[in-house]
């Protein structure tokens, strides 16, 4: 082999095992990727209003919102409240609930599944989905008449602040939508 063939030889070699060098630094594990999550995490609270849809006329009522925001590890957890302030006979009944849940990454990396349910004994299935600023929490249930429920919390970052927009459709049926803005409290 001549001495100019061995040269380029050695430069191809070379050259091959710098781009490949650069291709695994690329892949590097040590240099975590960001979890799509984290501009949301953190605690955050706020008030808003919620609309009954149908029946004779609209209801519309206050509330006061909470929610938190947790990673762990490549999961995440949402905890939500609401206070529901109705007024029944000129009296303010307060009704508050809440929900806590943990989801799970899929291999789509930008969805989310929350723990296995039963549809058919009653049980809700939730999963969560990140697009760009928004993080939208779903729900699903199946109705006693063997339709279903289906809910949507989408809380869309606003700088550090949360805007909330809720949705509920029964058999396709707008039921229940809500709004609020929430602020970061830590």
């Known amino acids: 082999m001549s ?25 590097d594990p040590a240099k975590p990727e960001r979890h799509p999550i984290e501009p949301f995490v ?13 029946g004779k006329q609209s209801k519309v009522t206050q509330r ?16 939500w409240s609401s206070i529901d302030f109705r007024v029944n006979d000129g009296q303010t009944n307060p009704k508050a609930q809440g929900q806590t849940v943990v989801f799970q990454p899929t291999v789509n990396g930008k969805l989310f599944k929350g723990p296995e349910a039963d549809l058919m004994q009653g049980q809700t299935q ?3 989905g990140i ?5 939208t929490v779903y729900s699903v249930t199946i109705s006693e008449s063997g339709g279903y429920i289906l809910n949507a ?4 970052l606003q700088g550090k602040n949360l805007l909330l927009a809720f949705r509920s459709t029964v058999d396709g049926n707008i039921r229940r939508t809500a709004t609020g803005q929430l602020a970061k409290k830590q």
């Open 153 to 156: 919390w989408t809380r869309t």
């Open 3 to 27: 001495w100019t063939r061995r040269a380029l030889t050695a430069a191809l070699i070379a050259t091959t095992v710098v781009a490949g060098s650069a291709a695994l630094a690329a892949d």
């Open 126 to 128: 939730y999963w969560a």
């Open 64 to 79: 006061d919102y909470d929610v938190e925001i947790v990673k762990d590890g490549d999961n995440f957890k949402v905890l």
């Open 42 to 54: 953190g605690t955050y609270a706020g008030t808003g209003v919620s609309e009954l849809v149908g």
């Open 131 to 135: 697009d760009g600023n928004s993080l």
